[in-house]
Every structure is written in structure tokens, then in C-alpha cells.
């Protein structure tokens, strides 16, 4: 599989189908953010989305800037191989008791509208 690179974005293609992408933004010269890491079910997700992290991983270091995480899966991915030169300091967790935790789509109102 081949990565194709397109600015604030990599993805991989297999017959005119999209495999996996992962989408990051560049706030500045010095900071970007990986905002998504996408990877059809049908693939192998770890070793697909590896591929894409660790491009991204080159990338971000070839322009020199420090990578914001927001994308859980690509959080996971680092806390288990942690890249300290690369990541900006104060990062969500995604796991623990400090984790981010999910916003439920059906709220109950607790006071009277």
C-alpha cells in the first residue's frame, strides 16, 4: 500500500477505494494537530493506521514542529509509543481516570426550561 500525500492530509488508496486517511492541521510554522486517523474496517487497523502515524510522524519532524494529538486512536498509539521530541506538552488522556470521556448525545435537563 502506498501513502499519498496531500497537504493536511495522507491517505491510502486500493482500487480507486479509500483504505485509511488521516487528516492533521497546521496552525502554524511550529504546530500542527492530527485531528483524525480514518481506516476502513475491513483493513488491518493497527498496522494501517501505523503506516499513516508513522509518515505523519517523519513529516512532523522534517518541518520541525510540535504535534498536538486529538484523534484516541492516534492517543493510544502514542502513549504506547511515546515520541516526547515530537508531542506538545499537556495532552488529553484517553485513559485513566482524568480520561476525556464521551458527551451523551441525549442530555436530560435537570432544570426547568
Known amino acids: 500500500m502506498t501513502i499519498t500525500e496531500h497537504p493536511g492530509r495522507l491517505t491510502i488508496m486500493s482500487d480507486g477505494q479509500l483504505i485509511a486517511s488521516l487528516h492533521y492541521l497546521q496552525?502554524?510554522?511550529?504546530?500542527w494537530v492530527l485531528e483524525q486517523l480514518f481506516v476502513r474496517p475491513t483493513q488491518d487497523v493497527s498496522a494501517v493506521a501505523q503506516q499513516l502515524i508513522s509518515r505523519f510522524v517523519d513529516l512532523a519532524r522534517e518541518n520541525d514542529v510540535t504535534v498536538k494529538v486529538l484523534d484516541p486512536y492516534a492517543k493510544r498509539y502514542f502513549s504506547?509509543?511515546?515520541v516526547p521530541d515530537l508531542l506538545a506538552a499537556n495532552q488529553l488522556p484517553v485513559?485513566?481516570?482524568t480520561a476525556v470521556q464521551p458527551v451523551a448525545l441525549n442530555l436530560r435537563h435537570t432544570e426547568e426550561e
Open 95 to 97: 485513559t485513566g481516570p
Open 27 to 31: 496552525l502554524s510554522t511550529t504546530s
Open 80 to 82: 504506547q509509543h511515546p
